[in-house]
């Protein structure tokens, strides 16, 4: 990878961990599940605002590093507005490119940002901490629900 680009994923996850997205408690939140990497110390509480089956809002608070902050707020970006379906759908994609060494796998501009977290294995639970409490919070609702 060129350093032009390897600088310009620096800075994005370095602009999404000084001003993360959603970055909040929801109060109206009706799903609410915590995570903990012990690995660097990262802590995570998400709310999900989810109704017919429609994550109608998400927010998170808690510390970490960098890159676990910059991954909760994309992850939050990704999936707000989306249905039950299409957050495990992207949950997937996010998934293979972090697991697969294909670079430039994950089809996001911005999440491909965290793809280049693999080539550091010890920061790789950092990256997807947020996102396996959200999976493991949306895993039983039913894409079914109330259609
Ligand atoms: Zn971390």
Redesign the pocket.
Known sequence: MCLDLQALYQEIILDHNRHPSNFKKLDQANYVLEGY?P????KIILYLSLHNNLIQDIGFQGE?????TASASLMTEAVKGKTVEEARKIFKLFHDGMTTSKDNHIPFDKLSVLSNVKKFPM?V??AT?AWHVLKTMIDPVSDDLDK
Do not use: E, S, V, Y
């Open positions: 990497n690995l660097c110390g990262d970490g590093c960098a890159i676990f920061r639970k950092c901490l």
